[in-house]
């Protein structure tokens, strides 16, 4: 069996803990990397929170627009409607079913 000196159990520690250093540092560049990328994921949460909140704020100006249309419509229509009377309405149903299922989708985000 051969003796180790002090100097090199000295050197062969300081070599170890070169190696844990240069570890150490790649782990910090990575949390470094993932703190930024976890920053930006917020920042597009954010932009995306704030753009579905404009979609519905203006998806129940929209709804608030056809029923004031659809009010004015029917009180404007005679006891006896003519076939645009009748697509004039098929249209407001239409436009009422496609804001009903935008709402939907939105709804279902966050």
Do not use: C, H, Y
């Not at 704030?50 to 659809?70: A, P, T």
């Amino acid at each position: 069996m051969s003796k180790i000196t002090l100097d090199e159990l000295a050197a062969m520690i300081a070599k170890q803990f070169n190696a844990i250093d240069k570890r150490f540092d790649i782990i910090e560049s990575d949390i470094t990397g993932i703190k930024g990328d976890v920053r930006d994921l917020k920042t597009g949460q954010k932009r995306l929170e704030d753009s579905i909140w404009e979609m519905r704020s203006e998806l129940n100006d929209i709804k608030k627009r056809i029923e004031r249309i659809e009010k004015r419509t029917l009180e404007s229509l005679p006891p006896t409607r003519s076939g645009d009377d009748d697509v004039m309405v098929s249209e407001i149903v239409a436009l009422k079913k496609r804001v009903l299922i935008l709402e939907t989708k939105l709804n279902k985000s966050p």
